[in-house]
């Protein structure tokens, strides 16, 4: 049989095409599981530990290519390397990696991308891998002081509101269209987007971060 190898290479490059292509993040309705992940205002390992209850349901969309082009013991492989990969990366310990910085996804890069300052806002989507982001345009170094967070800061602790209180606001923004248009683009365009915006919304409507208070 061929190593295992020669099949989690490729799956690894598919599967950070996939992030960059159908990113979490630019989906309102998949981001509604996925925020959970973002909305800790700190950064370390106890970070990637912070998940959805629901993202196990959307997750599919994403590895179903995969699962469907690779043994299912490679694809199990895979799934665990990647799951192993992206946990070391939540930490603010590891400032710089050098020349692997232009092709892993890096603590630096992934700072970026939990970041609610402006220059991070839809940036860094790779999973194991930068390269994808560098070549499609949704790549940022890190530069000013990364805030982490959510946008709009929900301000609580209590775990049944940050797991559901999203897909409450989706509702209400749902039923406050009349067109079916904006009803779909509540759900199936950026988490800023408004009738009349670009698909993600206006970057620059995003509201000045300060760094919290330690």
């Known amino acids: 049989a061929p190593h295992v190898l020669q099949y989690v290479m490729p799956c690894l490059s598919v599967a950070n095409s996939v992030c960059v292509c159908v990113p979490k993040t630019e989906l309102n309705l998949l981001w509604a599981a996925h925020q959970v992940h973002h909305s800790s205002e700190y950064y ?3 970070t990637a530990l912070r998940q959805s209850l629901t ?11 995969i699962a469907l082009a690779v043994p299912p013991s490679v694809f199990a492989v895979h799934i665990q390397f990647n799951l192993l ?3 070391w990366i939540h930490t603010e310990v590891i400032r710089d990696m050098g020349p692997l910085e232009w092709v892993l996804n890096t603590p630096s890069h992934h700072r970026v991308h939990h970041g609610r300052n402006e220059y991070c806002i839809d940036k860094n989507y790779g999973g194991a891998l930068i390269i994808w982001d560098r070549l499609f345009g ?3 170094p890190e530069g000013d002081k990364v805030v982490y967070g959510l ?3 929900i301000n609580t602790f ?3 509101h940050i797991q559901f209180h999203y897909y409450k ?4 923004r749902f039923n406050r269209y009349k067109k079916i248009f904006n009803k779909l683009g509540v759900l199936w365009k950026g988490p800023s987007w408004k ?3 670009p698909r993600l919304g206006d970057h620059a409507e995003v509201p000045e971060v300060l760094p919290h208070s330690k």
């Open 55 to 65: 993202q196990q349901f959307s997750s599919w969309v994403f590895y179903l290519p």
């Open 169 to 172: 606001y989706l509702w209400r």
């Open 195 to 197: 009738p009349g915006k």
């Open 138 to 140: 949704t790549f940022a």
């Open 44 to 46: 370390n390992l106890s």
């Open 151 to 153: 946008v709009h800061k």
């Open 158 to 160: 209590e775990i049944l």
């Open 85 to 87: 990969y992206q946990f």
